[in-house]
C-alpha cells in the first residue's frame, strides 16, 4: 500500500557529528514534504520543507533533500548538538491531506 | 506552541464516561485538527475542520465527536470513553491546505487515561 515511511526507527550520532534521517515514500503524486521535530512530552515541532520542483532546501544547520526518482527524503542535520535529540518525522502533502510516517528517534552521544 | 492551548494537558477518567478535550488558538487559522499518537502507528487523524461549524472525519472517527462554534475553538469528544482510546491527543491548525499554508502546528497536548 502507499505510505510514508522512515528506514530507521533509531540512529545514535555523536555530538558534533552530521546526522542523516532518511525517510521514503511511495505516491509519486505526492507535490510537497515537510519534517516535524517531537521532543519528548511536546507537541511536533515543523522544522522544514520542500515542494516536489526543488531538490534541495537548506535552514539553519538543517537541509532537506529531495530524490524524486527513487522518492526518497532525507533531513539532515550539521553539528548535532544535544538538543537535537527527539522523534523526527517526515510528513508528504497529498489531496491536500498531511500523512505523517511513523518517526525516528535521534539519540545524541556524549 | 503556535499559540496554541489544548486543555486538559492530562486526564484519567473510567470506562463509559463521556469526555471532553478543548483546543483554542490565537492564530485566526482556518483549519484545525485532532490526532492521536500511539506506539508504533504515529499521528493518525481522528477529525478535522475547515470552519465554523464545518467539521469532516479522519482515518480513526469512530468513537469521537467534534464541534467547532468559534474560530478559536475545537472541541473533540468521547461520548463513552473505552481503554482504547487511552492516547496522547494533539490538536493542530493551519491556515490553508494548499502547498507551503498545509503546515500544521501543534499544541503539546493531552494525555488520557482510560481505566
Known amino acids: 500500500g502507499e505510505s510514508v515511511g522512515l528506514h530507521l526507527p533509531t540512529l545514535s550520532v555523536q555530538e558534533g557529528d552530521n546526522s542523516i534521517i532518511n525517510c521514503a515514500y511511495s505516491?509519486?503524486?505526492?507535490?510537497?514534504f515537510i519534517w516535524y521535530k517531537q521532543e519528548s512530552g511536546k507537541g511536533p515541532q515543523f522544522i522544514i520543507d520542500?515542494?516536489?520542483?526543488?531538490d534541495k532546501r537548506q535552514g539553519q544547520r538543517v537541509t532537506v533533500l529531495l530524490n524524486k526518482t527513487v522518492k526518497h527524503l532525507s533531513l539532515q542535520i550539521a553539528a548535532t548538538q544535544p538538543g537535537d535529540s527527539a522523534v523526527y518525522f517526515c510528513?508528504?502533502?497529498?489531496?491536500?491531506?498531511?500523512?505523517f510516517g511513523k518517526g525516528t528517534r535521534l539519540h545524541i552521544l556524549p | 506552541d503556535a499559540g496554541i492551548t489544548q486543555s486538559p494537558r492530562h486526564k484519567v477518567t473510567e470506562t463509559g464516561t463521556p469526555v471532553t478535550l478543548r483546543c483554542h488558538q490565537t492564530?485566526?487559522?482556518?483549519?484545525m485538527y485532532w490526532y492521536r499518537q500511539d506506539p508504533g502507528h504515529g499521528l493518525r487523524l481522528i477529525h478535522y475542520?475547515?470552519?465554523?461549524?464545518?467539521?469532516d472525519k479522519g482515518e480513526v472517527s469512530d468513537g469521537y465527536s467534534v464541534s467547532r462554534s468559534k474560530t478559536e475553538d475545537f472541541l473533540l469528544t468521547l461520548e463513552s470513553a473505552t481503554s482504547s482510546q487511552t492516547s496522547v491527543y494533539f490538536c493542530?491548525?493551519?491556515?490553508?491546505?494548499?502547498?507551503?499554508?498545509?503546515?500544521?502546528?501543534f499544541g503539546a497536548g493531552t494525555r488520557l487515561s482510560v481505566l
Open positions: 493542530a491548525i493551519s491556515e490553508s491546505i494548499m502547498y507551503s499554508e498545509n503546515i500544521q502546528y
Open positions: 505516491n509519486s503524486a505526492s507535490d510537497y
Open positions: 520542500i515542494r516536489s520542483n526543488m
Open positions: 510528513a508528504e502533502n497529498r489531496d491536500d491531506k498531511i500523512i
Open positions: 492564530e485566526n487559522h482556518r483549519y
Open positions: 475542520s475547515y470552519g465554523v461549524k464545518d467539521t
